[in-house]
């Protein structure tokens, strides 16, 4: 009686097991399913953003908007010419609209992220972060600098210049 209730024993172990092993196998295949879809969302994103040209004191900086409901309107609106001047203390470039961008979909406020290019809504202003700002209510991040030397030409930019944006 011994033995049967050992083999019962271990057949019931490996059962399980198996089961479990197979539970294993099925979440790695949907893990990966799950990874695919997003590289495939991630994919089609990028090959969405407007890639944009910024043309500072003669040297460009490549840079894209990005899908926002403000990024694609101001994307309509290149090619423009905006003045530049530098913001109180704060590590950005601002330049004035003079007119709204719709920010629908987007959340009501974001930190100006070293790199970022962002919309001001409540003073209607496009924002170039060479630094890195608090998180205030009214920033939308609309875009971000690719170059790498985005930060040495905005930062030592000047007040008053001229900055060509262009769709590439």
Not at 11 to 19: R, S
Not at 121 to 134: A, L
Request: proline share 3%.
């Amino acid at each position: 009686m011994k033995i049967l209730e050992k083999l019962l024993l271990t057949i019931a172990a490996v059962t399980l097991l198996a089961g479990c092993s197979q539970n294993k196998t099925d979440n790695s295949k949907a893990t990966k399913s799950t990874n695919e879809r997003t590289s495939q969302v991630t994919t089609a994103q990028k090959e969405t953003q407007t890639k944009i040209t910024v043309s500072i004191n003669g040297t460009e900086l490549k840079a894209h908007l990005n899908n926002s409901s403000a990024a694609k309107a101001f994307a309509k609106e290149l090619p423009t010419t905006l003045s530049f001047r530098d913001y109180a203390d704060m590590p950005e470039k601002v330049a004035d609209l003079n007119h709204s961008l719709p920010t629908k979909g987007m959340p009501s406020g974001h930190e100006g992220t070293r790199g970022a290019i962002g919309y001001w809504s409540p003073q209607q202003r496009i924002v170039f972060y060479w630094g890195t700002e608090d998180y205030y209510e009214g920033i939308h991040i609309i875009g971000k600098f690719d170059s790498n030397n985005y930060r040495n030409v905005i930062r030592n930019m000047g007040n008053n210049v001229n900055v060509r944006i262009t769709k590439e």
